[in-house]
């Protein structure tokens, strides 16, 4: 089966750009998590989406939205990128939304750099 | 919010040696615990968790780890370190309410010395 999948995997931008990110959650899995792992640091929560709501927000501006289709797949969109934008984006995805100790797969990340 | 704190940016071992990698968390309430590895342009992988049932945990490629709630930690070992644990490593909480979003620790960096 094919695990989570993450596009573009590379992606440059300059300051004040809007860029979408994709993912694609293992099959039969219902939640997908959004995280940004800056350069030398741990990933950080962005966003939480299960059935198409959002299950939780981590502490990011509300230039950082998301979204979850009916096929579970979910798109991370960013506006007027900054500099410090400039990140390892990382998805993933667990069988259901509600319980807490449910075991989240990761994809290989979107590399986003703004210039 | 919950918070976790790595000691220890780096380590390095040599091949066949003991890996203890320290993870400690801050929560009155023990919450669910995680240790993941990153190998390099890679996502992560999940080694092993505890979810409040046998405070010794064992996970993938011969890691283990030990809940003790006395002490707020959850460090992670290996009794003999190969070339191929080369990698960073993360350790997670995760509160036991709410959405189950993970909060990692700033990684350790583990480098094996042939």
């Known amino acids: 089966d094919a695990g989570v999948t993450q596009s573009p995997t590379h992606l440059i931008k300059t300051r004040g750009q809007h860029v979408t990110l994709r993912c694609s959650p293992i099959?039969?899995?219902?939640?997908v998590s959004w995280y940004q792992q800056v350069l030398g640091q741990g990933p950080q929560f962005i966003f939480q989406y299960y059935e198409k709501e959002e299950r939780g927000r981590g502490n990011f501006p509300d230039r950082f939205s998301a979204r979850q289709f009916p096929n579970y797949s979910s798109e991370l969109n960013v506006n007027a990128l900054l500099l410090g934008d400039s990140a390892l984006y990382l998805c993933a995805s667990s069988p259901s939304g509600t319980f807490i100790a449910d075991t989240q797969y990761f994809g290989p990340g979107t590399r986003l750099t703004v210039l | 919010a919950q918070s976790v704190t790595q000691l220890g940016s780096h380590v390095s071992v040599s091949e066949g040696a003991l890996v203890l990698l320290r993870c400690n968390y801050s929560?009155?309430?023990?919450?669910?615990l995680f240790w993941y590895v990153q190998y390099p342009n890679q996502g992560l992988q999940l080694l092993l968790k505890?979810?409040?049932?046998?405070?010794l945990v064992k996970g993938i490629n011969g890691f283990e780890a030990e809940f003790k709630k006395s002490e707020t930690s959850f460090h992670l070992t290996k009794p003999s370190a190969h070339m191929s644990d080369a990698a960073e490593y993360f350790c997670a909480v995760s509160e036991k309410t709410g959405a189950n979003n993970l909060f990692f620790g700033t990684g350790t960096r583990l480098t094996v010395i042939p």
């Open positions: 099959s039969g899995h219902k939640s």
């Open positions: 929560s009155s309430v023990p919450p669910y």
């Open positions: 505890y979810t409040s049932a046998a405070t």
